[in-house]
């Protein structure tokens, strides 16, 4: 049987380029474990949006100063373009976000926005919100425990994937096919992103020599509570410095006014560099402080923060938490077109964190991330309906491979790539540092080392050579000369 479309992850992108997707179509919808363990579902902040037309202007600008004008500008003006009409159309069909007192839409400020323009549902759980909206109105078969191991891609046609479906081979074909597997979160050791985001797809792409983009432009989110047992480190949302929370010292001191006007409201990239330039001259703890808020706003703004801290033993907003930067967003990804056609290919397409449209460029605008996941998979939808593209079996030379997915010494050199990552290809990068890493990494992928491992590596690989190629600092790429 051949599918018309197959839909490689469940998170915002993959969802809703499902829910645009006729019943007439027949669709498969992959995810590895089950299909609420993705980024999509941890968001907390929210969807940015232009508040109405007159907005449009300024979403943009504001999209262009956080990626340091490295953005596609056309991709920019698209995202804000359709963010009105994709938000409204959500909601036409019964998605809720908070309103204000007087029953209007409640948008709120985050870092570098010039004005109130995220919406926010549940107070702090927007992605869950979100992602369970969309899984719940979705109409196409959903397949959890199924893991993307190969592209069956040639000259520029992909006639479906490898899966290793509940531990078993299976082989899908699809006319159409589109990526929406997220970023690469796992391969960096510290992080805030769901355990089955690890970059395999992007690897396999490396492997098939399908383009990749931006890929030095990693986000790395300033406050991150790093003291829990997981791998995913709990984030304290954007929201909560739109908000007022403030970043100090052990003596309460607000250092950040020393490294950027706009303090905790200067981008990302900045606030994560001050923190960790601050730490690293000082020795001192640095903390996210909750003290110009009162119990009761806190409580009803951010509950399931409320919640989680009194979990971990903290009394907020009475009480201060200590923070660090973690790897958080992948801004590069799969080159795609304005239509999230990957460059190069007939059918292959490739929506959300997974893709590069270059909407984000050096440095992402915090909460265009939802957004871009609802606007582009609506264009792929339209754009791949429109193309209507078959493949052909007679031109697809079938090879069966076997590949064994881990191997006995996978896990110390995984470990080893994820101190690296972070050590040398983090916050602050030196270029020697990066050529010693990439011949740490060709020799590690000279071991005996299974699939997922070998994809890893890859994607590290590209990574790192796109840091090596970008000799200047920009945005969220920072080398520091010495
Ligand atoms: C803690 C946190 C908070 C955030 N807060 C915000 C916010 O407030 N606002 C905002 O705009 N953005 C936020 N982001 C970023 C945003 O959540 C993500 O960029 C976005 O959800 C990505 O959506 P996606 O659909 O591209 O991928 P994801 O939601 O990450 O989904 C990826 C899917 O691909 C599947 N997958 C991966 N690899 C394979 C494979 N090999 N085979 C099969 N399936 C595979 C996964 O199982 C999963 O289903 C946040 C991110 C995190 C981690």
């Not at 929210?46 to 508040?51: L, Q």
């Not at 801290?309 to 077109?337: K, N, T, W």
């Not at 893709?355 to 440095?363: E, I, K, P």
Request: aromatic share 8%; glycine share 8%; net charge positive.
């Amino acid at each position: 049987m051949i599918y018309d479309y197959i839909i490689v992850g469940t998170g915002v992108a993959g969802l809703s380029a499902a829910r645009y997707l006729p019943l007439d179509k027949k669709v498969l919808i992959v995810c590895k474990k089950s299909p609420w363990e993705c980024n999509t579902f941890y968001a907390q902040g929210g969807v940015a949006s232009a508040v109405d037309h007159n907005d449009i202007e300024l979403h943009v600008k504001d999209t262009l100063v956080a990626g340091v004008e490295l953005n596609d500008k056309k991709a920019v003006q698209t995202l804000s373009e359709h963010s009105i009409d994709a938000i409204k159309d959500l909601m036409n069909s019964g998605m809720k976000f908070d309103l204000n007192d007087k029953g209007n839409l409640a948008y709120t400020k985050e870092a570098a926005h010039s004005r109130n323009r995220i919406l926010h549902a549940d107070g702090d759980a927007t992605g869950r919100e979100l992602h369970m909206f969309l899984l719940k109105n979705c109409k196409h078969e959903v397949v959890a425990d199924s893991i993307v191991i190969d592209l069956l891609y040639e000259d520029g046609v992909c006639h479906g994937v490898h899966l290793l479906q509940n531990g078993k081979d299976r082989i899908v074909y699809a006319h159409n096919t589109i990526l929406a597997s997220g970023g690469v979160g796992s391969i960096y050791r510290y992080h805030t992103n769901s355990t089955t985001i690890a970059g395999d797809i992007q690897g396999i792409c490396v492997e098939k020599g399908i383009p990749l983009k931006d890929m030095e432009m990693m986000q790395f989110h300033p406050t991150v509570f790093l003291d829990t047992p997981n791998a995913r480190k709990t984030l304290l949302t954007e929201a909560l410095r739109g908000e007022g929370a403030q970043i100090e010292d052990e003596e309460g001191f607000r250092f950040l006014q020393k490294y950027h006007k706009d303090a905790e409201l200067a981008p990302r990239d900045i606030v994560s560099r001050a923190i960790f330039d601050y730490s690293q001259r000082t020795g001192s703890k640095i903390y996210l402080s909750f003290k110009n808020f009162s119990k009761r706003f806190f409580k009803k703004r951010f509950p399931n923060i409320y919640k989680n801290f009194m979990e971990l033993g903290f009394d907020l907003p009475f009480e201060r938490v200590p923070i660090s930067p973690a790897f958080h967003y992948s801004m590069g990804g799969i080159d795609v077109d304005i239509n999230a056609r990957v460059k190069g290919t007939k059918n292959l397409y490739a929506i959300g964190e997974v893709a590069c449209t270059g909407v984000h460029g050096a440095n992402r605008l915090a909460s265009n991330s939802l957004l871009e996941g609802l606007v582009f998979s609506k264009i792929c939808v339209a754009f791949a309906l429109k193309e209507d593209f078959k493949i052909d079996f007679k031109n697809f030379n079938k090879i069966k491979k076997h590949f064994i997915l881990q191997k006995a010494g996978d896990k110390a050199i995984k470990n080893a790539l994820r101190n690296l990552m972070w050590t040398k290809v983090g916050i602050v990068r030196i270029n020697q540092n990066l050529i010693d890493s990439l011949d740490e990494i060709n020799l590690y992928l000279n071991e005996d080392i299974g699939r997922l491992l070998f994809l890893r590596l890859l994607t590290a690989k590209s990574i790192i050579k796109s840091a090596i190629n970008r000799k200047k600092s920009i945005g969220a790429h920072y080398i520091k000369e010495i």
